[in-house]
């Protein structure tokens, strides 16, 4: 399934996964889920497939994933939560009926209310989101280290120091133009 939807960053933490789906942020920003099927290819890969998905649907999951970004944002910063990011994640929330099912094997599966609910998976997801910027799990919400990125990212490394979103793309990257610098510092090899 994954190899189908390269183009996903496909993180630990649903709530970051959905805000990664808008890349290069304060580059030449690159909208992932710019259509109704791609948001219903993006929930399917995360647990929370649907059948369908209309036009307002998609621009209600953009506006919960702005919100979810101004908010993990402000969490990473430690300043106040934007209100309107927060009434919007509350909203999605409250409208969502997505139930936890525990699955013979012991793994958790959502069920949906229908298969065409949109709302009730991106209940689960502002949730999730609800529970990173809360401080319920361990971790930490940061910022990545791209200037051309600055994704908010939740660090659940020990000594909560990563530094990138993702080290697959702007970890790669960064070492990449690092290493680029220090060729061009040092005198050409004979
Ligand atoms: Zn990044």
Redo the contacts with the bound molecule.
Sequence with gaps: MRARFPDFRLGSVLATSFT?TL??RRGNAVERIPTPHRLVDWLTVNGLAVESCTTAQLERAWELREAIHAAATAAATQDALPASAVQVINDCSTQGRAAAILTPEGDRRWQLSSASCVEDALGVIAADAISIIAGERDGKLAL???P????A?FDTSQSRTRK???MN???NRQKKARFNANQRKSPPAM
């Design positions: 990664g890349t290069e990545c280290a791209s051309t990125c600055q994704a990212f990138w979103c993702d793309t702007c970890g």
